[in-house]
């Protein structure tokens, strides 16, 4: 799936403000996934930044889903939408850039408070695939400098 700004932008909202990604079909974290980083890239490069309220707003709505249907598969799903978004932030709008990172940083603490309870980075039971997209959003995360990868390289 790739999608333009344009498309993006034009997408329908939900009743809590988010693109409604139902039309997209699959999981809802991963087409979140696809599409939050080009609206923020759009946004840096092209929009002088003057969508970050919505970006955040909608980032914050987000944040609260997924602590309220918090699963492992949809931990690691926006963990890949944080790092992504994070990426395409521009740091010099330095509220917005922390403000996702500590999304992020909160997000990898409670995955492995609740799914490593070894402190090995063992995710027993959880799916192959979750288990790398979260490992994937953690090495990215330590090459930004995010997290320490001395702390978190068992987990990639």
Do not use: H
Not at 26 to 47: F, I, K, Q
Not at 61 to 71: E, G
Not at 84 to 91: D, F, M, N, R, Y
């Amino acid at each position: 799936m790739s999608m333009t700004a344009e498309e993006i932008k034009a997408l329908p909202r939900t009743a809590e403000g988010i693109f409604d990604l139902s039309g997209l079909g699959g999981d809802m974290y991963a087409a979140a996934a696809e599409v939050y980083p080009v609206y923020a890239a759009y946004e840096t490069e092209v929009n002088k930044k003057e969508g970050y309220p919505d970006i955040m707003a909608q980032m914050r709505v987000w944040d609260q889903k997924v602590n309220a249907d918090f699963t492992f598969a949809n931990a690691s799903a926006y963990a890949k939408l944080l790092i992504a978004t994070i990426q395409k932030i521009s740091p010099e709008i330095y509220e917005n850039y922390r403000e996702l990172v500590d999304q992020f940083r909160a997000l990898v603490k409670r995955v492995l408070a609740e799914y490593d309870g070894s402190g090995k980075g063992v995710f027993e039971g959880q799916e192959e695939a979750c288990v790398k997209r979260f490992g994937d959003a953690v090495k990215d995360a330590c090459a930004r400098d995010i997290l320490l990868e001395e702390k978190y390289r068992m987990y990639f």
